[in-house]
């Protein structure tokens, strides 16, 4: 069993992360912290007790950062809409609030666990992993893995060069990759490869009930707005990346990188500098001699799509099976 905390801005994919979190064995699910990202902590907040709530699951949601460490808030309206979670019927909170700020949440959480039995799933603005490890750095050595939603390699989605959960709080990612723990850097290289295909909808369709209509109510809405804004014909799952790659580490390859974040660029603020250390062609050190620490992250490259929709349809099932058989 991987013990982890989802920290997210639920959001459309956020959400499905959360049900495959929940819904997978292999998966022990400690908390769900919130940050603002996609939407206002508030909203994104309430998305994560109303995603809970659909599915039947109780699970600690504890609430983050408001705002980026430095750089101006900014939201995805254009993609998760005014709700922060538009599409699905957004059902009332069916418990109350951890009462811990969610960094507080992270870091007790992590030191009260044995030393590498916790992994962290930051899938919004890397905000509060950034304020826990300044809270307490004793968290960097103890945490098991750290496996992001962020960045990219090949091209972004808010710029040319950047990806929303990056560009939203460049220092706090630039503040993780600098930290020395195990990082793999699920960018949009590898989650635009994790399309919600009519094929995966039509096998959640036939699932049936609430969880499945909340999943089709998800994919509909934000398919119609990456259709709009990226000319996708089916949308991406991104953040479900990083939990299917917690539960079976086959899913995905990777390969080792120096990965550093544009602060100061006035095109490229918020781009992952990704430096690889073995992919020839695609390391570009020209005789500056880095240390081989310096390539410590593991960037995502290629996903294997059919075990990936295969997880997901078999955490929807069992969510959606009877308690007694779960
Ligand atoms: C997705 C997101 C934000 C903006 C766009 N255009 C698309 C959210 C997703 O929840 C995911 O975590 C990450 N940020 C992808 O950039
Ligand atoms: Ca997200």
């Not at 996609?38 to 309430?46: F, G, L, Q, S």
């Not at 030191?111 to 992994?119: A, G, Q």
């Not at 089709?216 to 398919?223: I, K, M, P, R, S």
Request: net charge negative; with cysteine.
């Amino acid at each position: 069993m991987e013990k982890i905390i989802l920290d997210c801005d639920p959001g459309h994919d956020d959400a499905i992360a959360i049900l495959l979190a929940a819904g997978n064995p292999h998966i022990d699910l400690l908390g769900i912290t919130t940050v603002a990202g996609n939407h206002t902590i508030e909203k994104v907040t309430r998305n994560a007790l109303s995603v809970c709530a659909a599915a039947g699951i109780r699970i600690p949601v504890a609430r983050g950062a408001e705002c980026p460490l430095v750089t101006p808030q900014m939201v995805g309206e254009y993609i998760h809409g005014d709700s922060g979670l538009d599409g699905p019927i957004l059902l009332p909170a069916t418990y109350e609030l951890d009462p811990r700020h969610a960094v507080d949440f992270i870091v007790e959480t992590v030191m009260t666990h044995e030393p590498k039995t916790v992994s962290l799933v930051p899938v919004g603005p890397f905000t509060n992993i950034a304020l826990a490890v300044r809270t307490e750095p004793r968290i960097v050595e103890r945490v098991k893995k750290v496996v992001v939603m962020g960045g990219a390699y090949t091209r972004g989605n808010v710029t040319p060069g950047a990806e929303f959960n990056i560009y939203v709080d460049p220092e706090a990612a630039e503040a993780v990759f600098r930290a020395d723990w195990d990082v793999t850097m699920v960018g949009l290289d590898l989650t635009h490869q994790a399309l919600a295909t009519d094929e995966l909808q039509e096998r959640v369709r036939a699932i049936g009930g609430q969880i499945s209509d909340f999943v089709l109510a998800v994919w509909d809405f934000v398919g119609s707005t990456y259709q709009k804004q990226y000319g996708f014909d089916v949308p991406p799952v991104h953040d479900a990346c990083c939990v299917a790659a917690l539960i079976d580490p086959d899913l995905i390859t990777t390969a080792l990188a120096d990965v550093h974040v544009e602060l100061h660029g006035e095109w490229t603020k918020g781009t992952t500098v990704v430096n690889f250390r073995d992919i020839p062609g695609m390391n570009h050190t020209n005789g500056v001699a880095l240390r081989q620490t310096d390539f410590r992250t593991s960037v995502a490259l290629s996903l294997d799509w059919p075990k990936f929709a295969d997880l997901v349809v078999d955490a929807i099932e069992r969510l959606s099976a009877p308690v007694v058989n779960r």
